[in-house]
């Protein structure tokens, strides 16, 4: 046995210590007595070695080593070489998989950050601010200026096309990280956006400014176009080139505003799923594309990534006040401030879940979508009263409407009318988007689904958002059928056998109140109060940390000039 050879005792094993004991009575030849004391020593190194071996196993070495027979080790035992699957583990790995897609989304967030974003750097093209000349201006906000421009270089303008040039101070920075996100992510609903850049100016010169280069893609807005009397009509001579040839009238109408709002809804759409909530929802900041023909956002200095936190600062809102949302806040005041990018990232589900920021946006969608109906609320003294009205009446707009339409005028009927058509289904979208708790608004999602989309609008959609479209009503269809069915089942009255609850038993149930001071109530009050502490010192010290900070860190990837 070759363990012999080298003196490994295995008297621990039964039925080797005699063979072991015997082969060393044997005399030695004189070749094996000169080799004795290095075999002595090898023998002392190679028990020990053994030894701890063996010890570390736990059972000894497998047969098929020792060519032994006589004892049972864990190696001859069954062994599994597949994959068990149970239900639980099923469960568990479909639980993390859902949660790590689940938006703003914890896989995707890492991949755009370390790998998307790393890659882009490596072959974005780079600009300086010679290479541009300057020419109309577009507009002039309180933190930029915007112009069309051309490449110097007549072969690169030529190539390139027009630009936009946005010369940009505070919040600069924060828009290039937004443009580069929505551009590897949803370019589709957002202006084209090409670089950015910092221009370093010598001290004593003023602050630093940033630089953001779009390709021109139009001059109209949504505000623009909705100025004119001809709106919609406008819209539908820019979205299909041509005028139809149907009779003007509140369903053509109709037609061309599902069209704006399906557009607006897909864009919206893109920007939460990747976790970014615009907070600046208007007809001003929506552009129209005349390459693509159809309407993209704009302006993402106000924006708010929620996936990594930038941008988002507890306690702070920045709003305009005519399409801002009742709540003001895009996430609770107890939020604490964002915690470092992986950490942020990975909460980021829950987070989202707990306080749908992305509702924010849909209350002032919701308002260009009156207005888009209502021609009175087009000028911002209407819709400064209509936000007044609204805010007296809880922000019901059923109130509302009964407040108005007994002495509405012409302009506001027809818009009532429109709302009106298919049994109402546009009045019926527009009241779910327009709520005052965040928690009751419709998602972009689901308003995609809502049968006020059922029928083709003006511009068709492409097989992309065909297969999205019908994905959003396959998945809502289920909890609506089950809602419908619910409070079906509630409303009926009669006998138990009709399928529905007795009056007696509707009365029961409305009478039922919780017990107080019981054994539940009282845990529960107690996980809420160690809840709210926790959220207090988390807030507390990452608002420390927060305060601490010199600069924006994301800033270190934006290229000087």
Known sequence: MAASGLGLSTSFLPGHDTLLRRRRRRPAGPAAASFRPVTAELGGVATELGR???????????????????VIYRSTL?????????????????SAVSYLWATPGVAPGFFDMFVLAFAERLFRPTFRKDDFVLGKKLGEGAFGVVCKASLANPEAAEKQGDVVVKKATEYG???????????RACASSCADFLYGFRESKAKGKGAEEYWLIWRFEGEDTLYDLMQSKEFPYNVE???LGDVQDLPKGISRENKIIQTVMRQLLFALDGLHSTGIVHRDIKPQNVIFSEGSRTFKIIDLGAAADLR????????EFLLDPRYAAPEQYIMSTQTPSAPSVPVATTLSPVLWQLNLPDRFDIYSLGLIFLQMAFPSLRTDSNLIQFNRQLKRCDYDLEAWRNLVEPRANAELRRGFDIMDLDDGIGWELLTSMVRYKARQR?????????????????LGLSVMQNVQLQLFRATQKDYSELARWVVGLMA???????????EAQLQELREIKPKKGS???????????????????????????????????????????
Request: proline share 5%.
């Open 52 to 70: 701890n071996l063996v010890e570390a196993v736990g059972v000894g070495l497998p047969c098929t080593v020792m060519q032994c027979g006589d």
């Open 78 to 94: 069954p062994q599994n070489d597949g994959l068990t699957i149970t239900a639980p583990g099923v469960a568990l790995a479909l």
């Open 173 to 183: 920075a924060v828009e290039i990280w937004m443009n580069e996100r929505v551009r």
């Open 237 to 239: 001579t820019k979205i």
């Open 308 to 315: 990594v936190g930038i941008n988002y600062i507890p306690k």
């Open 442 to 458: 419709i998602s972009a999602k689901a308003a995609l689904a809502h049968p006020y989309f059922n029928r083709e609008g003006l």
């Open 492 to 502: 009926k009255s009669g006998t138990e056998d009709a399928g529905g609850f007795t």
């Open 519 to 561: 054994a539940q109530r009282n845990v529960l009050a107690s996980v809420l109060r160690v809840q709210r502490k926790i959220v207090k010192t988390i807030n507390e010290s990452m608002d420390e940390l927060a305060s601490q900070r010199k600069s924006i860190w994301w800033s270190r990837w934006i290229p000087r000039e």
